[in-house]
């Protein structure tokens, strides 16, 4: 199996104002988002990344993507160094979140051209992408409606359709069923195993173990910054449930810490 994401001692500490530093009664007005992670994602797989909240699973993926820089250590996306090479990072990634904020005033049918024209999309590749994602996420229908008048699943998947503009050979998605109703979380689901079945590799971050038995592949334990466990879901979980193995690893590097 060739690993596609590689992800290496990743550190990246947040600087907070002194009413947080009060609130957190903290001696620092620094906050560790993330103390050296480390994971691999092979090629054609859906990897996710568990973890409570605050673990650093939306900072780690964020780094992944480009959007945010990493104080130390580096990640690898298809050979391309994120510290070095971010458009060429940018390029083959879709970077996913359910809270991504579209503008009111636009129709999906604009935003869909917009964000191809930023990712060179040719016009003919464009129309055949756009059919074809707005058809599988029923937007059509809606192609010519602002956003300001579409329904909160709708919004979402409107955003899920224009991260993929340029067909991204990874898709990195942050908390993929955040928010959604069942049937929408349920269409996005078979939405990232076709992709897989494209040969897509797949990250996704979540805390809900349900969603990462029914879609992943291999897992990956987030805990205060670091990875503390990784394995296939079926290795993880021959003996125990995903929520105990989950528990006995939470006990064991966070105690009974609320
Ligand atoms: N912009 C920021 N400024 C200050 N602290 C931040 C910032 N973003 C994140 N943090 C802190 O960094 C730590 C990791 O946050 P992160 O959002 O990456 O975790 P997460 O696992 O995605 O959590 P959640 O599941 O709650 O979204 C948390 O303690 C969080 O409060």
Redesign the pocket.
């Known amino acids: 199996m060739e690993a596609i994401v590689i992800a290496h001692d990743l550190e990246k500490k947040?600087?907070?104002s002194r009413k947080?530093q009060r609130l957190d009664q903290s001696k620092s007005r620094e906050?560790i988002?993330l103390s050296g992670l480390s994971f691999t994602a092979n090629q054609g797989e859906i990897y996710a990344l568990l973890?409570?909240?605050?673990?650093?699973?939306?900072?780690?993926l964020r780094i992944l993507s480009a959007l945010i820089k990493a104080d130390r250590g580096d990640c690898s996306i298809n050979g391309s160094s994120v510290s070095k090479e971010p458009e060429a990072v940018r390029a083959q990634i879709g970077f996913l979140t359910s809270e991504l904020k579209l503008e009111d005033y636009f129709t999906p049918n604009y935003l869909f051209d917009f964000f191809s024209e930023l990712n060179h999309v040719p016009a003919k590749t464009r129309d055949e992408r756009k059919n074809k994602l707005f058809e599988r996420f029923g937007i059509s229908r809606f192609a010519e409606s602002k956003v300001a008048d579409l329904s909160t699943g709708m919004k979402q998947k409107v955003s899920i359709a224009i991260s993929l503009v340029h067909d991204p050979e990874i898709i990195i998605f942050?908390?993929p069923t955040n928010g959604l109703d069942v049937i929408t979380a349920r269409t996005v689901m078979d939405f990232l195993r076709e992709e897989k079945a494209r040969g897509k590799t797949i990250i996704i971050?979540t805390?809900i173990f349900d969603l990462v038995e029914k879609l992943a592949d291999r897992v990956g334990f987030?805990m205060k910054?670091r990875l503390v466990r990784e394995g296939t879901l079926e290795s993880l979980t021959r003996e125990k449930s995903l929520e105990e193995v989950f528990f006995e690893i939470y006990l064991n590097e966070v105690g009974d810490e609320t």
């Open positions: 947040y600087r907070i947080q906050k988002a973890g409570p909240n605050g673990a650093g699973k939306t900072t780690s942050d908390e971050s805390h987030i910054g």
